[in-house]
Each structure stands twice: as C-alpha cells, then as structure tokens.
C-alpha cells in the first residue's frame, strides 16, 4: 500500500525505492545516507544501500536511527539480519529497536563483523521479544563503544528472517 504517495517504510528495507524518503536521523557525529552500492559483489549485488560515516572523534555511541511507517510484527519471525560491510573485521554492530513515542522501551543486541572489506549478513536474534511493544525504530550503531575515525560502514536489506 501507500502512504501519503509514497511508498511505506517497512521491512525489509532495500534502499530501492527512487520515491522514499527513508529519513536517516543521526545523532553522534554519524552520518548516514543512500548511496550507490560501493562493492556490489558477493551477497549483495543490488544498486542501491545505506551509508554511514562515523567521523573522526565522533561518539562512541554514534548512530542513525530510521522510524518506519508502522511497528515491526515480530508474531511470526524474531530475528532480523541485516547485510553489512565493514573495513574491518571485529568490529561490534549495535542493532537496536525502540518504541516510536518512548525511547525508554527499547532493546538491543550486538554481533561483531568477521568480514573485513566485504558484505556479510549479521543476524539479531530477538526470540522472546514483547510484539506489544511496538518497537518502530530501527537504530544502527557501527564500531560501537569506540570513537569515530572517519570509517564508512554500510548496510544494507534489513528483514524479518527465521
């Protein structure tokens, strides 16, 4: 369906849609937008990803956050996987989800990147999740816990998977 003449943001989230305006909020001197994939080989070949540059002396919690449409239905599938590429591997990715009118009702799970200068898919295993909570915010954060060195991550199809 559309809303408002554009397409929904809901998962999965491609960076496909020449329409959407996928509305990046960053926050941490992060820095976050579509791109044209930069190493479209592997396990992602599609045209199209999300950015995100962590600059120098940027927080350790830097991130960006995208509010989709609606609240992510987790009744049937709980984890989500998300494909990244990373300049190196061991770094923590922080994948969180909060509840679109109170940040406070929240969750969050880490996975470290074992792939250095290509595509991987990292999966968040959520099973157990309150579906009531109605977490609508997807929250992304590369190298967590370490300041910002100027580094771009990418990321890219972040879906429901089982």
């Known amino acids: 369906y559309l809303t408002n003449g554009n397409d929904p943001k809901i998962l999965p989230l491609t960076f496909e849609s020449t329409t959407l ?7 941490g001197n992060a820095f976050a937008s579509k791109v044209a994939n930069p190493d479209a080989s592997g396990i992602n070949t599609s045209s199209n990803v999300a950015k995100v540059t962590k600059i120098a002396g940027a927080e350790t919690w830097a991130g960006t956050l995208i509010s989709l449409t609606e ?10 996987k998300v494909k990244v590429w990373s300049p190196q591997a061991g770094i923590q990715v922080l994948f969180k989800m909060e509840n679109a009118s109170n940040s406070a009702i929240s969750t969050e799970l880490p996975v470290t990147t074992t792939v250095a200068n290509g ?10 999740i309150n579906n009531s909570n ?29």
């Open 21 to 27: 305006d996928y509305g990046f909020i960053d926050f």
């Open 71 to 80: 609240p992510i239905d987790f009744s049937t599938y709980q984890k989500i």
């Open 119 to 128: 595509w991987e898919e990292l999966v968040f295993d959520f099973t157990g």
């Open 134 to 162: 109605n977490y609508q915010n997807v929250v992304l954060f590369f190298d967590f816990g370490n300041s910002g060195t100027g580094t771009d991550y990418y990321f890219d199809d972040v879906e429901l998977t089982n």
